[in-house]
């Protein structure tokens, strides 16, 4: 998948490292049929349904939104990961021949899910996508009216999100570090890749940390609806999730246990 138009920076890293990560997934699952060969086609799904996940294997997708083409999908890109991604309605056409390589769905899915590093790679690719989508969608609108979505960028010392703040993004570091605090005191490291924000999201609370960026740091930021459209259409990716933000509570309460015990003495 690649924008339409120039490349920011921080999309070509974004883009480059996604691209990786769907011979990861499926690495020991066989296709569920033989390869479908296409001409051009106007809509994709009105000719190969959507009942299956597909690899691209050659040829060029343009992904049209509102009949406005906004980026491409390209060879070595999954096909029918969108549902819940955007809840702008998109159709796939080409002006080339296509080969796919069709994928049965759930056998994907559990694939996937019996191993925690496939979990986190999956993870990692839908939120990417989906925060690809959002700043093409967010970068075709005027700039007057453009939602706060997509990329920010945040000079060292500065506020990713504060404690006590009402909760609307679900924010993922491309480039860069930063710490989180509770109370003013260190709790832990956000590392890049790592996704954060997101309990408040599903506890519905305000923030309970204040993450502030240790070195010049890059974020993507998917906002609230879309997070939890994204979770309810694929429930397995919210339970991984769940699992991952729980053994980061433990580790922040151990450190503030040790940090008492320290002041304490």
Sequence with gaps: MYLIGDQPPYAEKLISTLQRIPAQLLDGLEPCAEPIALDAVEDLYQVIGNRNLYLLRSGLLHAMIDGKPLFYIQEGDLIGLR???????????????????PYDRESLFRHIHANNTRQELFTQYILGQAALMSDALARSKPAEVRP????????????LIHEGDEADHVFIITEGHAEAFVGGIKVGDV?????????????????????????????????K?????????????????IESMARRIDLMNKELTHYKQLAAN
């Design 83 to 101: 549902q819940g991604l955007n809840a702008a309605p998109c159709t796939y056409m080409s002006e080339e021949p296509l080969v796919l390589i």
């Design 191 to 223: 590392q890049r890749d790592e996704i954060f924000g997101a309990m408040a999201l599903f506890t519905r609370e305000k923030r309970s940390a204040t993450v502030i960026a240790s070195m010049p740091t890059t974020v993507m930021m998917i906002p």
């Design 148 to 159: 706060v979505t997509g990329f920010r960028h945040f000079a060292t010392g500065a506020e």
């Design 225 to 241: 609806e879309q997070f939890l459209a994204l979770m309810q259409s694929n429930p397995r990716i919210a339970h991984s999730l």
